[in-house]
């Protein structure tokens, strides 16, 4: 009869040990989700630079961010393609306007050329002696004229 009551005593015992050791396992899990990394108190660190953080683990780091909406996909995509035109518009205004300066600085230039030719005393040279008097000077302010242009002679 001892052997049966033994036994039973022993089952309960381990039942209980089983409850025992379930009731310790979820403390500790609850241990374990208790302790966020972020409170532990850090100390100097060992390479001796103080400046430099803590690195997380890159399975930690958040890789996705919030995503937009269609719609604003849809309006900032609308919202870009207005900004492209309006500078495209802008840069064209300023070419042309930088094309128009230099045509009008090119037309400005020949106008005074011609200006400056139509008021030229001309003395056309006809004894090729003279030339060869003249001095370097004299030689320097010589230049060399088309006649069917040249309106007025001074002889």
């Known amino acids: 009869m001892t052997k049966p009551d033994a036994i039973e005593i022993d089952a309960t015992a381990s039942k209980n040990n089983k409850n025992s050791n379930t009731t310790t396992q979820t403390k500790a899990k609850a241990k374990k989700v208790a302790k966020p990394e972020s409170k532990i108190p850090r100390g100097q660190p060992k390479s001796n630079r103080p400046w430099k953080t803590p ?6 780091i958040k890789k996705t961010v919030n995503r ?9 995509r609308n919202e870009m393609r207005y900004i492209k035109e309006k500078s495209k518009e802008i840069k064209d205004q300023r070419k042309e306007a930088a094309v128009q300066r230099h045509q009008r600085r090119v037309e400005n230039a020949e106008r005074r050329l011609a200006n400056e030719r139509r008021s030229e005393v001309v003395q056309v ?4 002696a003279k030339l060869k008097r003249m001095k370097k ?15 007025r002679f001074i002889k």
Do not use: C, H
């Not at 690195?55 to 930690?60: L, M, T, W």
């Not at 937009?68 to 900032?76: G, H, Q």
């Not at 040279?125 to 090729?128: A, H, L, M």
């Open 68 to 76: 937009l909406t269609f719609e604003k996909k849809v309006e900032l």
């Open 137 to 151: 000077k004299q030689m320097r302010m010589i230049e060399k004229r088309d006649l069917s242009q040249v309106k």
């Open 125 to 128: 040279i006809k004894n090729p």
């Open 55 to 60: 690195k997380q683990k890159f399975s930690n």
